[in-house]
């Protein structure tokens, strides 16, 4: 391995501000360097365009995604004024990880070569460096700071650097080589016998409170008491979880819960996947190459088969063993008495590629009275990700933790042998479905059952999060003060000026939670809804998908009341399948959203950071004949589009521009103004008590032929 450590995830306070800045430079280049080293180990093109598995992006994708986000976050920051590359930036912007209802179809992807990838790579890392040169800087650093979205990006490309090793562990071993940058640990054995330690009982507080940059679900506050119980001395080995497979429990359906039972039968699993069944016995699959099995490495599994493995392993031994939930790891922590990773030397834990790129034996680092509480690999608690109290959205990245809080997603702690930066931390909370395989194992423990401290599955199914909330209720919900629904309001007005034109497919653009859609979906064939939040569109996927909708709204300070809508109460039952919501930049669409006979654009253009972008090429998108419905409260504020950027509102040449006479000057070319400006009014309800009230601005417009 190479001497020279790779830079910890900086602290946010200090008293030197030039010196913070070379820091975060340095920490960013030394990411990006690494990231790309990754890549050095795959063989050929064709290593980067087929998929190491069906359900991902193939590695082009991951390649490219990284510098995308940069400058995604950039943009949306203020800190980038232009897209650098911007039909690379369509295709890079969303994982599969993040969205799992993207189309993972194909034939929608002409994936560019890898050397414009690269190219596209130096672009966006200059560009990244121009913006840390020049960008205010002050400390300590702030959630709200513009360096706080550089971090985000530099954070994000570590998650990435993990994943796209187990995508590349998983990829055919004809298309990787080994790379002295990285060698795996190369000593194995016996492993030694695993043991109990017991972990007497005491109190855990959680929530990030250490200076450094943290993902929005590490912080508020969450404290409870943990009982004594016992846990495994070491990881389970290769060799402990041999037995369970030698006993036949992959085909022991007694061992699994329904979930695994479903998952093991679809992935037809009779052992771990990583390993390998040889003539000459077993074997095992690393990043780069197979080797004979390490019987003294932790085994990698999926939070099922650990779970299974636990109920195995209390049936043989009559003990109560099973996974630790996420406050008794921190027992372990605080047990061993462990500190964070220091800046200038290396971990005393496989960890943040301080020693090899693989897992190690599992008795080589000692945390007190046990080993690997952090780093080797990630240990799988039985604890579905939850919020704590007073969880935020943080703004620029409202869709990295929420859709996890479904039940589904469970936490796993303490970090691999790739962990690094944020990932490394105590406070690091990375949950994944519990049939994903990462570089992870587990630890199990003995212990009475853990009482759901903190997750009450349920609360999942009500959207509580305030903002959601409002539209939700402001799309959804009752009328107030005698003013009709807006969403339906414009749909009704766009479907009456229809009349008899061609009425195919509409597009829902700035759709938000989705209502116009499914309104327009009663007179179209096909309605496309597009937000740029992946989290608004998130109510209108439930209500698509179950038909109804469940949220909280705040009543008086602390109150909330409790609401379900359904789309048969709203007459709306029949447009289920005729609508489809998709994640998308108004100013940067994926081309094959074209050809409509209608876009409705309703409270969007002064939310976008280049409404010209917009209102320039929307006629490209429109059949001949067709409609452009734009509803704007024309509050143009500079937090969402640059001064120099605004459609209207300002003095030109010494009179009133307006928003409609900007509008005509952009559209006029390829558009007839045929109904407007109307106003028509809308209210969001934010407490039982208090109502905005606005009268939104609509103009219709008709494509030239
Ligand atoms: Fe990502």
Not at 46 to 75: D, M, Q, S
Not at 109 to 135: E, H, K, L, N
Not at 414 to 433: L, T
Not at 435 to 445: C, I, L, P, W
Request: aromatic share 12%; hydrophobic share 40%; with cysteine.
């Amino acid at each position: 391995m190479s001497s020279a450590l790779l830079p910890r995830t900086p602290s946010l306070s200090g008293d030197d501000i030039a010196a913070k800045r070379e820091e975060i430079r340095a920490y960013f280049h030394a990411t990006f360097d690494r990231y790309e080293q990754l890549f050095e180990v795959l063989t050929s093109a064709a290593a980067y365009y087929e998929k190491p598995i069906p359900l991902r992006h193939p590695l082009i994708f991951y390649f490219g995604h990284t510098a995308t986000f940069f400058v995604n976050k950039l943009l949306l920051a203020g800190l980038l004024q232009a897209r650098i590359e911007p039909r690379f930036e369509s295709m890079f912007a969303v994982g599969v990880d993040e969205m799992s209802w993207d189309d993972l179809d194909a034939a929608n992807y002409d994936w560019p070569s890898v050397d414009a990838v690269r190219a596209y790579r130096r672009q966006v890392r200059a560009a990244v460096d121009g913006v840390i040169a020049t960008m205010p800087l002050s400390l300590p650093i702030e959630w709200d700071a513009s360096v706080w979205v550089i971090l985000m990006g530099i954070e994000h490309e570590r998650i990435h650097l993990e994943t796209s090793s187990v995508l590349i562990r998983q990829h055919a071993l004809k298309h990787v080589r080994p790379h002295p940058a990285w060698e795996p640990w190369r000593e194995s054995g016996a492993a030694p016998l695993n043991g109990l330690v017991d972990i007497p009982a005491g109190e855990v507080s959680l929530g990030k409170i250490d200076s450094s940059y943290g993902w929005d679900n590490e912080y508020g506050s969450h404290s409870a008491p943990v009982p004594a119980f016992q846990a495994g001395r070491h990881l389970v080995s290769n060799q402990e979880f041999l037995e369970f497979v030698q006993a036949g429990g992959y085909a022991d359906e007694a061992w699994w819960d329904a979930e695994g039972r479903a998952w093991k039968g679809y992935a037809q699993a009779a052992h771990p996947t990583f390993w390998i069944a040889a003539d000459d016995g077993w074997r095992l699959r690393l990043m780069l190459e197979e080797v004979p099995m390490p019987w003294n490495w932790p085994v990698e599994v999926n939070c099922l088969e650990a779970s299974a493995f636990c109920a195995w392993k209390a049936a043989q031994t009559g003990l109560p063993v099973r996974l630790p939930s996420e406050d008794e790891w921190v027992r372990l922590y605080e047990h061993a008495d462990l500190a964070e990773v220091s800046d200038a030397s290396p971990a005393n834990a496989n960890l943040h590629l301080d020693h090899a790129a693989s897992p190690c034996p599992v008795d080589t680092f000692r945390h007190g009275e046990l080993y690997d509480v952090v780093g080797n690999v990630w240990q799988w608690t039985q604890t579905p990700i939850y919020p704590f109290d007073g969880f935020r959205v943080h703004p620029l990245y409202d869709d990295f933790t929420t859709p996890t809080f479904d039940g589904r997603h469970n936490l796993f702690k303490g970090g691999s042998w790739i962990s690094s930066g944020n990932e490394s931390r105590k406070s690091a909370r990375y949950a994944f479905r519990r049939h994903f395989f990462q570089h992870a194992g587990f630890r199990y423990v003995v212990g009475e059952p853990v009482v759901s401290n903190e997750t009450p599955v349920h609360s999942s199914h009500y959207e509580t999060d305030k903002l959601l909330s409002e539209y939700a209720e402001f799309h959804y919900g009752g009328t107030h003060f005698d003013v009709e629904n807006f969403p339906k309001a414009l749909a009704d007005l766009a479907i009456r000026i229809m009349g008899k034109r061609p009425a195919r497919t509409a597009l829902d653009l700035g759709c938000a939670a989705g209502r116009s859609s499914f309104e327009l979906a009663r007179h179209f064939e096909r309605v496309t809804g597009i937000d740029f939040s992946a989290r608004f569109i998130g109510l209108g996927v439930q209500m698509a998908e179950q038909g109804r909708l469940r949220y909280t709204f705040a009543e008086e300070g602390e109150l909330v009341s409790y609401h379900e809508r359904s789309l048969a109460d709203l007459g709306l039952a029949q447009t289920r399948g005729k609508v489809a919501f998709f994640q998308g930049d108004a100013c940067n669409l994926k081309p094959n959203f074209t050809g409509y006979d209608l876009i409705l654009a309703a409270n969007l253009i002064d939310r976008l950071y280049s409404p010209a972008k917009f209102l320039d090429s929307v006629h490209e998108r429109l059949n001949p004949g067709g409609l452009l419905l734009i509803a704007t409260p024309c509050t143009w504020l500079e937090e969402h589009t640059p001064r120099a950027e605004w459609v209207g509102g300002f003095k030109r040449d010494g009179e009133n521009f307006t928003t409609l006479d900007g509008l005509k000057a952009r559209l006029g070319a390829h558009f007839r103004l045929v109904e407007g400006p109307l106003d028509v009014p809308f209210v969001l309800r934010e407490t039982k008590r208090k109502f905005q009230h606005t009268l939104s601005e609509v103009t219709v417009w008709e494509r030239l032929g």
